[in-house]
């Protein structure tokens, strides 16, 4: 206890340097807690658009389709697969997808044609309701379509404008015809932005003439299942397909989000870097200017072993008080901007990352693992910035050291 007492008396000492080190210890840690946060929601909304916004969690082709896709190259009977998959616990889409051409006055844009069914659609992904304006598509609409935030950009084209649309049928014959455009997307992803236009199953096939069949179904594994889990049961009812899931379809996305911790480590260390050598400075004044109460304490019979061990516990102190702070101004900033986040709408339009959009309100994910790593490395980072004064003061020899002036 009298080491305690000891260690408590010097911190007071010098209240100002004590009090600056303790403030500083508790800015980098509340900093980096909201940071740390902050990027496990930027990767939490990463996967979330990744799968729920146009992806899905795993996708079902034709054997070769993702090779070389081609309009003839389909999935037969997808309406019986999707019922299986939805009989499985499942939530399943089926597309068809073919390129051509639209134009709308004197603009015109290379497209891709997404045929979908809008309530399956709507049940399986995010997408029908990831409008900027207007509405999703409606069966009982069939000339109605949706485009693209930049490719509505593109043809200068607004809700209730009139395009015509120009391909190549599944039969050789040309497919043109017009449409009305009834929605318009927000922000999903570089290729469906550019050149994404959507139609009802029943417009896409008797445009291009092709009366069954799918190119792709997309699949939806319940929350409470786990991704591979899932997956035999999905392999088992689509034998013969071509079965993978959304880490495969995209692999830079999910390396970049198994490997966020990657990216956060590195920042917190450079931070700590800096807070260290601040405890590094502290520690050293204070040893230095206690040299010679440190010798009468070794003449005493005090050992090197417990002046080392009042040097750590002098900081450990400052940072045990610095971790009450820190926590105390971090994790509630943290779970403020769970709820509110931080608008980015005034620096962009839309963003994104590895082909997936990006939400523009950034909202943080409050974890343990998120407000643990920035704590537990503040607390070894002081322990190494500790150890050099604590040694220095542990081999003072006690003769020097009380004539030291």
């Avoid at 607004?158 to 318009?184: C, F, P, R």
């Amino acid at each position: 206890m009298k080491i305690w007492r000891m260690a408590f008396r010097n911190i007071l000492r010098m209240k100002r340097r004590s009090l600056i080190t303790t403030l500083a210890m508790a800015f980098a840690l509340g900093i980096m807690i909201v940071y740390s946060c902050l990027m496990d929601g930027l990767v939490h909304d990463m996967e979330k658009n990744a799968t729920m916004l146009e992806m899905g969690h795993v996708q079902i082709h034709a054997p070769g389709y993702l090779e070389s896709p081609s309009i003839y190259k389909r999935i037969e009977d997808p309406e019986s697969l999707v019922a299986s998959l939805q009989n499985a616990g499942f939530h399943a889409s089926y597309r068809l997808f073919a390129s051509g051409l639209a134009a709308r006055g004197n603009a015109s844009a290379g497209v891709q044609f997404r045929g979908v069914d809008p309530t399956l659609e709507s049940d399986t992904t995010r997408l029908p309701h990831h409008l900027l304006e207007g509405k999703w598509l409606d069966e009982k609409e069939p000339k109605n379509v949706v485009l693209g935030k930049r490719l509505a950009q593109t043809l200068s084209a607004k809700v209730s404008d009139e395009i015509v649309v120009v391909s190549q049928a599944s039969d050789g014959s040309i497919a043109n015809e017009l449409y009305i455009v009834a929605g318009i997307l927000k922000s999903v992803g570089e290729i469906v932005d550019r050149s994404g236009l959507f139609m009802t199953v029943s417009a896409f096939r008797e445009l291009m003439v092709m009366p069954e069949g799918s190119h792709e179904i997309v699949i939806a594994v319940p929350p409470e299942q786990e991704l591979q889990d899932a997956l035999p049961a999905i392999k088992k009812i689509a034998q013969g397909l071509d079965v993978k899931t959304w880490e495969q379809l995209n692999p830079a996305l999910a390396e970049m989000i198994n490997s966020a911790d990657a990216f956060l480590i590195p920042l917190i260390v450079i931070t700590y870097m800096a807070i260290a050598i601040v405890i590094l400075n502290a520690m050293l004044m204070a040893v230095f200017e206690r040299i010679h109460e440190y010798g009468v304490m070794k003449a005493l019979g005090v050992g090197p072993f417990s002046v080392f061990r009042l040097v750590l516990i002098e900081a450990f102190i400052m940072t045990h008080g610095a971790a009450i702070l820190g926590l105390a101004t971090g994790v509630p900033l943290a779970f403020y901007l769970e709820t509110h986040g931080i608008d980015l709408g005034i620096f962009a339009q839309g963003a994104t990352i590895s082909g997936v959009a990006i939400d523009l309100v950034w909202r943080s994910l409050v974890s343990v693992s998120s407000i643990l790593m920035p704590l537990i490395f503040l607390y070894i980072l002081v322990l190494l910035g500790t150890m050099y004064p604590a040694i220095k003061a542990a081999r003072l020899k006690p003769v020097d050291a009380i004539h030291h002036h």
